[in-house]
């Protein structure tokens, strides 16, 4: 069983979307991303929160629009 996961597409204040980057194994170099990962047993707006590091700017998040829920 796969554990379920979240990815945020978030924007900064000009309204650009943020990337992450990341090493990946399987592509052998670095990638750019959206922010996510597993739920970890959270709700899908908390875990979302979590990936983007929490503070002031997660205020507007809303919830998935689409998924397995």
Not at 5 to 28: C, H, I, N, P, S
Not at 32 to 51: I, V
């Amino acid at each position: 069983m796969v554990d379920d996961t979240v990815r945020v597409v978030a924007l900064d204040k000009d309204g650009q979307v943020v990337l992450v980057e990341d090493a990946f194994y399987l592509q052998r170099g670095r990638v750019l991303h959206l922010p996510g990962g597993g739920t970890g047993g959270q709700t899908p707006l908390t875990a979302a929160r979590r990936e983007l590091e929490g503070g002031d700017r997660t205020e507007r998040l809303r919830p998935p629009v689409a998924g397995r829920h």
